[in-house]
């Protein structure tokens, strides 16, 4: 009999030793995953996370302000493009410049910052851990005045 309490008494006790090193290493990594999280969101507070892409160039690491200052320029480049269309033996000539044609620079800045700043922190995690791992790639938005 005395063989069966002790044996009991430390299964017993191997179990509840169990237990509490899981319970202390679930807290021990939540604790450092947590810590991780923060120290990334301090990092990169005013700048696009990193692997988001737009029109396939990376913009991680930039600000908002940057990636719109990149867009512009792009369009600086092709407003002197020249557009010609025929109907009936007419032609008609007009520039991106005239109808201002280009990328939409405001937006995809926003857009591009925006990945992973919601309300839901777990989708924003979800969507920061893909972009690091595979990228987000996010396609170019061009605007233009209709009226002109």
């Known amino acids: ?11 017993f006790l191997g179990v509840k ?14 604790f450092s995953i947590s810590f991780a999280y923060i120290f990334f969101q301090r990092m990169y507070g005013e700048k696009i996370y990193p692997g988001v892409y737009i029109n396939n160039v990376n913009f991680g690491g930039k600000t908002e302000e940057e990636a719109a200052r990149y867009f512009n320029n792009q369009n600086a480049l092709i407003e002197s493009t020249r557009f010609a269309f025929t109907y009936n033996d007419q032609m008609a000539t007009i520039s991106a410049k005239d109808v201002q044609l280009g990328y939409n620079s405001n937006l995809l800045a926003h857009q591009a910052y925006s ?11 979800v969507l920061v851990f893909k972009a690091y791992l595979h990228g987000v790639f996010l396609a170019p938005s061009y605007t233009y005045n209709e009226e002109k």
């Open 115 to 125: 990945i992973g700043r919601s309300e839901y922190i777990l989708s924003d995690i």
């Open 1 to 11: 009999m005395k063989k069966r309490k002790f044996f009991k008494h430390h299964v």
């Open 17 to 30: 030793s169990f237990f509490w090193f899981g319970v202390g290493a679930s807290l021990g990594l939540f």
